[in-house]
């Protein structure tokens, strides 16, 4: 678990940021979830400085793959959320003296659990200087608070991604001081009935790390300089390579579907019979049972996945590893009052940031790509736990804006699990039970070990874990 100190941390340097939080057609994929963010708490918003190192490619430990990749149609809209308080929603973006460009860059996976290390790289969208508004691209997020969106390049084939975006600080370059890197990627499956292998143009396509070089203008520009720093300011040499967009007709490795059949993910999105996640953790439904034995093993078993939770929480928070905690004291109270039939039915309610109301514009629309469509007013997050359908299984399912801000259980039909959901919806084995249906709290068997175990466990859970520490 996170301790206090560990998430208080994350605002002792206001002034950097962190990618936390994907939105794909306007709707949030949840925090930090299908995004790759350091394991390191304390040092989360600190940029890369070394562009020659592993770290430049997703960031600090970005090298290693998460637990779940989101799917996106083909042409959708990304957008990546950057915070200077990872774990608080609405912290700002990044202290206004750190001037510079941003970009965002895309590699084909050959698999999810790819590092993205090395050859591939090619860049979708980048922008430096703005001369006529005189304005640098970090100046014009802030504006936007932390929130930037391209559009998919519609002809990319079908299958797994990494969608990386990169913002640039330029405030404290000399000949000996190298900008700053805030850099991070979203794991993404790209569902569309183009398929085949990328073949990305050698002017296009650059190896991460090695696609900034020592003394490249872009890395020496020096935004106070008497010169730069004149009216009008000199143009700013882009980082890296220019922009590209691919089309089906001039790449002959790809082909599009002649039924349209579009090829879906079928493997590493989150789970049908996840209950609630935090970032890349799911918590999933405890054993049924019948007995005091059954219970108290249950308490144990959902307090054993809360632990994970905690130790998993990346430095966007665990405000869902919380929630989790309350499903967990409520199966402690239902035993410890002799209701040893279950689970009862319980609702659990994400805590995940809502989307703004209106999602920042694709920056690259206007560069050939069509805008893609939207889904609609974003709205919070709901987790429905429903128990009153034994026969049923675990399922997730896209529902409307009006459903999904409801907090009350929400029973929805089985259907093909999906990242764009809203509502997560589970079956229970029994109803739940009273204090006085069926056995009595007053009649309930000796204790068993079990149910002594759990009961400590829960309640040092809530110890070591207060409501500040988990945000």
């Given amino acids: 678990m996170r301790s206090l100190i560990s998430f208080a941390l994350l605002s002792g340097a206001q002034a950097h940021t962190l990618f936390t939080t994907l939105l794909i057609n306007d709707v949030s994929q949840g925090d930090g979830t299908c995004v790759r963010q350091s394991a390191d708490i304390s040092h989360s918003v600190s940029p890369v400085i070394d562009y020659r190192s592993s770290d430049i490619v997703c960031g600090v430990g970005g090298t290693k793959a998460v637990a779940y990749t989101c799917p996106a149609p083909a042409g959708a809209k990304l957008t990546f959320e950057y915070r200077m308080s990872p774990n608080t929603p609405g912290s700002g973006f990044i202290d206004s003296s750190h001037k510079g460009p941003c970009a965002v860059y895309a590699k084909q996976l050959s698999a999810d659990t790819d590092s993205g290390e090395g050859d591939g790289w090619f860049k979708i969208w980048s922008e430096g200087y703005d001369q006529d508004e005189d304005l640098w691209c970090t100046e014009k997020l802030i504006k936007d608070d932390g929130f930037f969106s391209i559009d998919i390049p519609s002809a990319l084939p079908a299958g797994n991604y990494l969608f990386r975006p990169e913002v640039v600080a330029m405030h404290n370059v000399t000949p000996e001081v190298e900008p700053q890197f805030y ?17 990305v143009a050698d002017e296009y396509r650059v190896s991460i790390p090695g696609y900034i070089q020592p003394g490249d203008g872009g890395v020496t520009y020096n935004i106070y300089n008497d010169d730069e720093y004149a009216n009008p300011k000199l143009p700013y040499p882009e980082l890296g390579p220019k922009a590209w967009v691919p089309e089906v007709s001039t790449l002959t490795t790809l082909s599009v579907s002649s039924s349209n059949e579009v090829t879906t993910q079928s493997e590493g999105s989150v789970p049908a019979t996840c209950l609630l996640k935090n970032a890349n953790w799911c918590g999933v439904e405890v054993a049924a049972y019948t007995d005091q034995e059954g219970c108290w093993n249950a308490v144990t078993d959902c307090w054993a996945q809360n632990e994970v939770c905690w130790n998993e929480a990346p430095p966007s928070g665990g405000s ?138 829960g309640k040092h859970r809530y110890q070591c874990g207060s409501s500040a520490a988990k945000k």
């Fill in 183 to 199: 850099v991070g990627c979203a794991q993404v499956f790209v569902e569309s009935d183009i398929t085949g292998t990328l073949e």
């Fill in 320 to 457: 869902n590893c919380e929630v989790w905690e309350t499903k967990c004291q409520d199966l402690d109270d239902q035993c410890s009052a002799g209701n040893f039939q279950g689970p009862p039915k319980f609702t659990l309610v994400s805590a995940d940031a809502k989307a703004p109301a209106v999602v920042a514009a694709a920056m690259n629309a206007a560069h050939g790509e069509a805008p893609a469509a939207t889904t609609g007013e974003a709205s919070a997050a709901v987790t429905s736990y429903v128990a009153d359908k034994p026969e049923t299984t675990s399922s997730t399912a896209a529902v409307t804006t009006s459903q999904a801000a409801k907090s009350e259980p929400t029973t929805i039909n089985a259907g093909p699990s999906t990242t764009f959901v809203t509502v997560y919806a589970s079956s229970a084995s029994t109803p739940s039970h009273s204090a006085n249906a069926g056995e009595s709290s007053s009649s309930a068997k000796p204790v068993p070990t079990g149910e002594r175990g759990g009961r400590r466990h």
